[in-house]
C-alpha cells in the first residue's frame, strides 16, 4: 500500500474549514469534513439549492449563497477546500497552477483519508474511455473497483461512505482526473498514475500551453519511488516530463502505429494485430497478449488500451498478484469491454457501412486522434465534421484526411471555415442538419467504410451538449438503416 507524505499540515481537529463551490465535489466535501469532526462552511457565488445542500445543513455545515469570492478573504481563512470549477485566479488573485499550504483541491483532500489504493488517469483526450477499461480489467480480476473523481462521484463520496460503513467497500479506486483537480495538489500519492496525452486545452481557464501541461504534471509531483507514473511513448501525445521532476518509477506504453522509439520498460501494442508486448518492468517477466477481440475503433482507444492494461498488469502487481493469475482474465476481458457512449461508439452497421458516433470529439486533437486509427490502410472514412468553431485552426487534421479520408460532410456554425481550410483536400458538401448529414455521407458509402460523426467542435450552435448529439446522430442512422431494410 502507499504510503502516505503530508507536507501540507492538515487542519487540527474541530478546525473551521471552508469549500468553495457548492456542486457535487464541494457538498461531498463538505459532509466528509463535517463526518472528520471540523466546523465546515461551504460558500458558492451562485444559488445553492439542491437536495444535497438541504441534507448538507441538516448535518450541520453552513452553506453561504451568493458569496463572492475575493483572494484577500479566502487565504486568510484557516483550512480551504476547492471545487475543482473554481479557477484559482478566482481565489488566489494569480494564474494556475499554484500550490497552497492551506488550499487542497477536493479529491487531493478525500485522498488524505483513505486507506484504498488509488489509480489516476489523466490526459486531455480518453481520460472516461481508459478509466472505465480500466476500472472493468480489474474487475473481471476480481477487484473490487470505485471508478469516480472527474468521471461523475467525486473521490470524497467514496471516503464517506467508507466511513460510515466503518470499513473499506472497495479494493481499488480509478480515479479520472482533469487538470482542475491536478493544478493545486501537492501531497497525492495514487500507487498509478497515467497520462495519456497532452495538447491544447481549456485555454480560457490557462493563461498559456504551458500552464495547463503543468498543472497535469502536479499530479506527479508528489508520487515517491514504489509508485508508478504510466506514461504515453508517443512523442506526437506530448507528454515530455519536467526534467528531473518525477521521482516514481516510469513504465511507458505505446499503441500508437509504426515503431515504438524505445521497446524497453513499459508495453507496446503491436501495429495491426494488437498483440501487446510487455518487458523491462523489474519483478515481472515478459509477458504478451493477443487483443484482436478489442471491439473499439480508432487510435485514441488503441492508446487508452494499451494505457489501461499497463495500468491494471502494475496495480496487479503491486497488489502481490502473480502474471498467471491475471494474464488471461485482461485477455478476455478487453474483448468484452464496449466503450463508453459518443467515443468511437459503433451505433449501427448496414450492408458492412459502419457507423461511428464520436460525438465527444470537441476539439480538432480528439478528431485527429479517431483519424489516426484508419490511417495505414485504403481511406475508407466519411467524415462529418463541424459544430460551433473553438478559434483552432483545422489544419492538424490535414494528414488524417489525405490518408484515411473519402469525403467531408461540414455542417454547423463552422461549416465555411472548415471548407476553407480543408475543402481541398477531397470532396467536401455543406449539410444544413444532422439528417442531412447522415444523409449525404452514408449516401456516398460502400460496403467497408465507415461513417464517422468526429465533429472537432462543440456542438452548442445545434445540441445542448455532446451528449444530445450523439443521441441524435444515434437515432438517425437507426431511422436510416431500418428504412433500407424495409426497402430489401
Ligand atoms: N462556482 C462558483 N464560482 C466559480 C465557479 C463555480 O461559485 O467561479 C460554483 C457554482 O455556482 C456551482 C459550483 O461552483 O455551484 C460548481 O462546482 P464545479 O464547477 O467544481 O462542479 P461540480 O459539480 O463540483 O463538478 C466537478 C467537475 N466540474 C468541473 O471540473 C467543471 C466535474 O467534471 C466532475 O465530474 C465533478 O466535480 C465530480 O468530481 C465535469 C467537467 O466538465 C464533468 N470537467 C472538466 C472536463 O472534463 O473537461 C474538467
Not at 481499488?172 to 498509478?192: H, K
Not at 444523409?439 to 450552435?461: F, H, K, N, W
Request: charged share 25%; proline share 6%.
Amino acid at each position: 500500500m502507499t504510503e502516505r507524505r503530508h507536507v501540507r499540515k492538515l487542519p487540527p481537529d474541530g478546525e473551521i474549514i471552508t469549500v468553495i463551490g457548492a456542486g457535487r465535489s464541494g457538498v461531498a466535501a463538505a459532509r466528509l469534513s463535517r463526518n472528520l469532526g471540523y466546523r465546515v462552511r461551504l460558500m458558492d457565488e451562485g444559488i445553492a439549492s439542491s437536495e444535497a445542500i438541504a441534507l448538507s445543513r441538516e448535518e450541520g455545515i453552513e452553506v453561504l449563497e451568493g458569496h463572492p469570492l475575493a483572494a484577500r478573504e479566502i487565504l486568510s481563512l484557516p483550512f480551504v477546500i476547492v471545487s475543482p470549477g473554481i479557477p484559482p485566479r478566482k481565489w488566489a488573485d494569480r494564474e494556475a497552477p499554484l500550490y497552497h499550504e492551506r488550499v487542497v483541491g477536493e479529491m487531493e483532500w478525500a485522498s488524505f483519508w483513505t486507506s484504498v489504493p488509488l489509480i489516476a488517469v489523466g490526459g486531455t483526450n480518453g481520460k472516461s474511455t481508459t478509466s472505465a477499461l480500466l476500472a472493468h480489467l480489474l474487475s473481471a480480476a476480481g477487484e473490487q473497483v470505485f471508478l469516480g473523481g472527474n468521471f461523475g462521484a467525486p473521490l470524497s463520496e467514496m471516503v464517506l461512505m467508507e466511513r460510515r460503513a466503518g470499513a473499506p467497500l472497495h479494493s481499488v479506486a480509478v480515479v479520472e482526473l482533469s487538470s482542475f483537480q491536478a493544478e493545486t495538489m501537492g501531497d497525492f500519492r495514487p500507487m498509478v498514475n497515467l497520462l495519456l496525452n497532452i495538447t491544447p486545452d481549456h485555454l480560457d481557464r490557462y493563461a498559456s500551453v504551458e500552464n495547463y501541461r503543468m498543472a497535469k504534471w502536479r499530479a506527479f509531483l508528489p508520487m515517491g519511488a514504489p509508485d508508478f507514473s504510466v506514461l504515453n511513448r508517443d512523442p506526437a501525445c506530448g507528454v515530455f516530463p519536467p526534467p528531473g521532476a518525477l521521482s516514481s518509477r516510469m513504465a511507458w506504453f505505446y499503441g500508437s502505429r509504426g515503431p515504438c522509439p524505445d521497446e524497453e520498460g513499459g508495453l507496446v501494442l503491436d501495429g495491426e494485430t494488437l498483440c501487446a508486448r510487455l518487458s523491462g518492468i523489474e519483478g515481472l517477466p515478459f509477458l504478451s497478449w493477443n487483443l484482436k477481440g478489442f471491439s473499439l475503433e480508432g487510435m485514441g482507444n488503441r492508446q487508452n488500451l494499451a494505457a489501461a492494461l499497463l495500468g491494471a498488469i502494475l496495480y496487479l502487481h503491486r497488489a502481490g498478484k502473480r502474471p498467471e493469475d491475471f494474464t488471461s482474465v485482461l485477455e478476455k476481458a478487453v474483448t468484452s469491454f464496449r466503450g463508453l457512449p459518443h467515443r468511437m461508439e459503433v451505433v449501427g452497421e448496414w450492408q458492412g457501412i459502419r457507423f461511428v458516433n464520436d460525438s465527444k470529439a470537441t476539439n480538432v486533437d480528439a478528431t485527429r486522434l479517431a483519424l489516426e486509427g484508419y490511417v495505414g490502410q485504403e481511406p475508407v472514412v466519411h467524415l462529418i465534421l463541424g459544430g460551433r468553431d473553438k478559434g483552432a485552426p483545422y489544419a492538424p487534421l490535414r494528414a488524417g484526411i489525405s490518408r484515411a479520408v473519402k469525403s467531408i460532410v461540414a455542417l454547423g456554425e463552422a461549416r465555411e471555415k472548415i471548407r476553407e481550410e480543408l475543402g481541398d483536400l477531397v470532396s467536401l458538401t455543406l449539410a444544413d442538419s444532422m439528417e442531412d448529414a447522415v444523409e449525404l455521407a452514408a449516401g456516398q458509402a460502400v460496403g467497408g467504410d465507415r461513417i464517422l460523426l468526429s465533429p472537432a467542435c462543440s456542438s452548442y450552435d445545434m445540441f445542448h451538449g455532446y451528449e444530445e448529439r450523439g443521441r441524435v446522430f444515434r437515432s438517425i442512422v437507426e431511422n436510416w438503416i431500418r428504412r433500407r431494410e424495409g426497402r430489401r
